[in-house]
């Protein structure tokens, strides 16, 4: 039995890096002259509050009640400068909903009221815009056999009830209620309101009907609608098309919380008990 004794630390030390310890220490000052030089010529308020037009911190001073920046204008704002250092800012008490007016203020205004265009959300005490995804709206509709249109006249079946010209989906009949879309189609190609109200009557009679059922080839016809600013520049999309998967992903997060957080701390448990199960296979055997 032989045991070996531990030479316990070394006595004599001494420093082996000094060239590496006076660049630290050279670090560490340059960083105490930069946060002491910001601290006197910044303002460390203006990383979570926004400035208006007339250069008013958001949520301080007469701006109490109004802690969100709102930038109605960056179409503009980006326009005359990518970076965005200067931006058109009005205080608000918070983002406001898309569709929402926005009373502008001050002898800077560049206009009375603002249309808030898009919805936003506040990061840092600023409204960040994004795309709201495109409400969408669908018909189901058969292409064979083809439709067989009655004119002006009120139809009688659900094959005399077509789509519309503009689109090319005349040629087929529709085998449910039309969408708005279709409805405000048929208005704009000069069917009256009694006309457009018997082709919805019959359409509607379509489904588990004996017409429907001889439908060979069915189609279906999506519309989309949404909301954009007139004048969207590229850095404004980078901006929309960076911002809106963002909020979606917080949105699903936020809203499957306890899923998340319990799948989680299920797979941690799991896989740490697979870790200890796979131990015996790595250890050393006499």
Sequence with gaps: LRIRASPGPVVSRECTDVPCCALFATLLAALLCLVSYSLEVGDLRRVNHGRDHDGNL????????????????????????????????????????????????????????????????????????????????????????????????????????????????????????????IQDGWRAEGADGGLIDARVSVASSAPGSPAAASCLQKVRREAEISIKPPDQGLSYQMLTSVTSPLYTFVGALRDNL?????????????????????????????
């Design 58 to 181: 958001c949520g301080i001073g007469s701006m109490v009640d109004r802690p969100v920046a709102f930038y109605p204008d960056l179409e503009s704002d980006f326009a005359k400068d990518p970076s965005l250092r200067k931006r058109y800012g009005i205080c608000v008490s918070s983002c406001p909903a898309a569709g929402s007016m926005v009373q502008d203020y001050g002898s800077q205004a560049r206009q009375q009221q603002w249309l808030a265009v898009q919805p936003s959300f506040a990061v840092f005490q600023r409204c960040v815009p994004y795309e709201k995804p495109p409400s969408k709206s669908g018909s189901l509709l058969c292409a064979y056999p083809a439709c067989q249109p009655s004119g002006a006249a009120p139809p009688t079946v659900p094959q005399q009830v077509c789509g519309l010209a503009r689109d090319g989906t005349d040629k087929y009949w529709l085998l449910e209620k039309p969408d708005v879309s």
């Design 258 to 286: 306890e899923l998340v957080a319990g799948l989680g701390v299920a797979g941690a448990v799991v896989l740490s008990m697979v870790i200890m199960m796979l131990f015996p296979l790595c250890a050393q055997t006499a």
